[in-house]
């Protein structure tokens, strides 16, 4: 485990700030882990939230995102945008060239599509390799998890230890909903992607990602051709 942080400091944690704000929080973790702290952004509203309130608290904590060379047009418009707002240029992780050429000869542009297996594939050669780039030297690592995204985190705790990529992660909106996300952007003035307009709550790599109904689950429009309980591309799996 991460020597940073053991289980009982943790658990310890955990119970101190179930009450607290979000921004109480992060702002206790970027001022004690300076400089060993860094969000990973996928320009999501969660991921903006945590922007502004990071921006207000430490303008100079890495803020980072990963660039899979599929994304829509519109998230790079957000991004543009929050480098603009936030006077910063958000750090950007691509893809192993090399990898990506040999993903292409073996399973095609959309190959993930076919299976899981391949579908993952392509998921670890353009984010999970990325984000462990992204993540080394880092002790703490902040996400826009929410409880009510999926039926993989509805028991994730604010912080945890992550086993995949040997790091505590963090977790402070975990406890907000839907509406509490959009009424901060809303009253803070955050950039968004206006793909939320339209129809998108979650927004990945363009192939998988789809519009969904206002009945549907939050997560549908993600590998919408999977069963919900494998909708993670290994970022955040359990």
């Not at 060993?36 to 207000?56: A, C, P, R, Y």
Request: with cysteine.
């Amino acid at each position: 485990m991460n020597d940073i942080l053991n289980q009982d400091l943790m658990d310890k944690l955990n119970e101190m700030f179930k009450d607290e704000s979000a921004y109480r929080m992060l702002a206790y973790f970027l001022n004690t882990y300076q400089g060993k702290i860094g969000l990973s952004s996928s320009f999501g509203v969660e991921d903006q939230v945590l922007t502004d309130m990071i921006s207000k608290i430490d303008n100079t904590a890495s803020i980072f995102t990963l660039d899979t060379g599929r994304l829509h047009p519109e998230t790079y418009d957000v991004m543009d945008a929050t480098n603009l707002k936030y006077k910063r240029k958000v750090d950007v992780y691509f893809p192993d060239t090399s990898s990506v050429e040999k993903l292409y000869k073996t399973q095609g542009i959309n190959g993930h599509y076919e299976s899981i297996e391949k579908r993952k594939n392509c998921c670890y050669i353009r984010k999970i390799e990325p984000l462990r780039r992204a993540l080394k030297g880092l002790n703490i690592w902040i996400t826009g998890l929410r409880a009510d995204q999926s039926v993989t985190r509805t028991r994730t705790p604010f912080i945890e230890y992550d086993d995949n990529f040997n790091i505590i992660k963090l977790n402070p909106l975990m406890d907000w909903s839907e509406d509490d996300v959009w009424k901060y952007i809303k009253e803070h003035n955050v950039p968004y992607n206006k793909l939320h307009d339209q129809g998108f709550p979650s927004i990945g790599c363009a192939p998988c990602t789809r519009a969904v109904e206002d009945s549907e689950d939050i997560r549908s429009g993600r590998w919408w051709w999977e069963n919900p309980e494998h909708k993670e591309c290994g970022l955040h799996a359990k």
